[in-house]
């Protein structure tokens, strides 16, 4: 019988290129958000309120699952006044 790391390794080497780096992207931006949430002592509950967003929402940004728009990301680099992601030439 197969061992559950057997198992989840088979699963995850079937995951193509491109959605393990979606992921990645995900989660590094969820992290980011974390991080500046922290260094402004921001609950999630009153992050929402000063975004005008639901702590719902916050909460799927938080998690690595959100698939972030542009305007979203522009809207939180402005909001801490840094940036939420870098992209280099």
């Not at 057997?6 to 959605?19: A, C, D, L, Y």
């Not at 992207?25 to 958000?33: A, V």
């Amino acid at each position: 019988m197969k061992t559950i790391n057997t198992v989840f390794n088979q699963m995850v080497s079937q995951v193509p290129p491109e959605v393990k780096q979606e992921i990645d992207f995900e989660m590094d931006i969820s992290n980011r958000i974390d991080f500046l949430m922290k260094k402004h002592h921001l609950t999630k509950l009153e992050f929402a309120r000063k975004l005008g967003k639901r702590p719902s929402e916050i909460t799927k940004w938080l998690s690595g699952q959100h698939n972030f728009t542009l305007r979203t990301i522009s809207l939180l680099s402005t909001f801490f006044g840094e940036r939420i992601i870098e992209v280099s030439a």
